[in-house]
Nanobody, 115 residues
Framework: QVQLVESGGGLVQPGGSLRLSCAASGIIFSLYDMAWYRQAPGKQRGLVATITRGGTRNYEDSVKGRFTISRDNAKNTVYLQMNSLKPEDTAVYYC?????????WGQGTQVTVSS
């Protein structure tokens, strides 16, 4: 049974930082490309950052220079370090694991940026 479990969300003030984690089980983690998505109220889910199984990273323009995606294959975990957070970063954040046609999602973790 495949599981992706996100953690690390919460309430943070503008300018603050959070680190999200996504622990995977039931898959050969090192084979999968991993990604973080987010969905704000009333908006569609959108891609935030990706890291391939080879370690290549890509970011959505609005988070470049502020967010960093990383992975630890020994721990079957992908991370999203979020710095200089803005109110517009408020959303539910989801991790995704993809290998060819297989695509799995976590349940999401809420991030709220507010003073």
């Amino acid at each position: 049974q495949v599981q992706l479990v996100e953690s690390g969300g919460g309430l943070v003030q503008p300018g603050g930082s959070l680190r999200l984690s996504c622990a995977a089980s039931g898959i050969i983690f090192s084979l999968y490309d991993m990604a973080w998505y987010r969905q704000a109220p009333g908006k569609q889910r959108g891609l935030v950052a990706t890291i391939t199984r080879g370690g290549t990273r890509n970011y959505e323009d609005s988070v470049k220079g502020r967010f960093t995606i990383s992975r630890d294959n020994a721990k079957n975990t992908v991370y999203l370090q979020m710095n200089s957070l803005k109110p517009e970063d408020t959303a539910v954040y989801y991790c995704s694991a993809r290998y060819f046609v297989a695509n799995y999602w976590g349940q999401g973790t809420q991030v709220t940026v507010s003073s």
